[in-house]
């Protein structure tokens, strides 16, 4: 099993480009998170998902689109990056049938924004 | 969720047991004690978690108080891989939270020969 993938694994934009981030996982997972981390903090939860088909909002959506629409990808779109989207994004997925429910992260996309 | 505080940073000598305290005073008794560990910024990494009882895996121990307001997670035999910053995290047993993590700033263990 892979896991958990993203791509791409850096990406440069110019202010107003737009960029879509993807998340693929192999483990059946139902739910699946977008989180973004800046220098020196904690992960901060973007958007998240609880099946295919559904998305929600998490701590830090705005400027932010998601979509899952199977099951195994879940989707991060920039539609008009802005500086302050600098940041490493991470994916994570978790099972409902684990008793933990512990997530697993992908290994993160270093976004800058000149 | 309930909020944790973590000391900001400690260093351990390789060999020796890391034990790093989590104080989560305000925990209602349906959630639970995780923590998570990120490596030199990769993706954040599982450890272990617990309720009420002590647990131990194959990387570490969790001890959790009686009153259970704060735990200490025990790394027996620290080593250089061992070097990272470490989140206590408190997170709901309830299925409609979609088992969502808080991530505080952690502690920043630095293992040191």
């Known amino acids: 099993n892979a896991g958990v993938t993203q791509t791409p694994k850096f990406r440069v934009l110019k202010t107003g480009q737009s960029m879509t981030l993807l998340c693929a996982q192999d483990?059946?997972?139902?739910?699946m998170y977008w989180y973004r981390q800046d220098p020196g903090m904690g992960l901060r939860l973007i958007h998240y998902?609880?099946?295919?088909?559904?998305?929600a909002k998490g701590e830090v959506p705005d400027g932010y689109n998601v979509s899952r629409l199977k099951k195994q990808n879940f989707l991060l779109g920039l539609e008009s990056a802005a500086p302050s989207q600098t940041s490493v994004y991470f994916c994570a997925s978790t099972g409902t049938g684990l008793p933990s429910r512990e997530q697993y992260f992908g290994p993160g996309t270093r976004l800058t924004v000149t | 969720d309930a909020k944790t505080t973590q000391p900001t940073s400690m260093d351990c000598a390789e060999g020796r047991a890391a034990n790093l305290p989590c104080n989560h005073s305000t925990i209602s008794g349906n959630e639970y004690v995780y923590w998570y560990r990120q490596i030199h910024s990769q993706g954040p990494q599982y450890i272990i978690h617990g309720l009420k009882n002590n647990e131990t895996n194959e990387m570490a121990s969790l001890i959790i108080t009686e009153d259970r307001k704060s735990s200490t997670l025990i790394l027996p035999h620290a080593t250089l891989r061992d070097t990272a910053v470490y989140y206590c995290?408190?997170?709901?047993?309830?299925?409609?939270?979609?088992?969502?993590?808080?991530f505080g700033t952690g502690t920043r263990l630095q293992v040191t020969l």
């Open positions: 998902s609880v099946g295919e088909g559904t998305t």
């Open positions: 995290i408190v997170r709901s047993r309830n299925t409609g939270t979609a088992s969502k993590l808080t």
């Open positions: 483990m059946n997972h139902e739910y």
